[in-house]
Nanobody, 118 residues
């Protein structure tokens, strides 16, 4: 089948940066739109950024930058705030709607915890 594996999470102080990575295993996701989602305790999972196979991007959080190469998808998170604390998930979809929500994503990683201290 196919798996997505996130890495790069951890504990960071407010104002600092962190870079998450998502690697594919078992199949190629080069033709997929890739998204980064996050879910904080007690809240719904929300789209943070997405990137199409051609490189078009969509953001709900302008402090973050999404990018991709042949092997991975990245999320550069800058000027982090305590409210960015959440589990961050990488996901993949063939749906062409770049701003679509989690329901159209078929593949999900296990998530990586990001904790921002004040």
């Amino acid at each position: 089948q196919g798996r997505l594996i996130e890495s790069g999470g951890g504990l960071v102080q407010a104002g600092r940066s962190l870079r998450l990575a998502c690697a594919a295993s078992g199949r190629t996701f080069s033709s997929y739109t890739m998204g980064w989602f996050r879910q904080a305790p007690g809240k719904e999972r929300e789209l943070v950024a997405a990137i199409t196979s051609s490189g078009s991007t969509y953001y709900t959080e302008r402090r973050f930058i999404i990018s991709r190469d042949n092997a991975k998808v990245y999320l550069q998170m800058n000027s982090l705030k305590p409210e960015d604390t959440a589990v961050y998930y990488c996901a993949a979809t063939l749906d062409p709607r770049i701003a679509a929500g989690s329901g159209v994503y078929n593949y999900w990683g296990q998530g990586t915890q990001v904790t921002v201290s004040s």
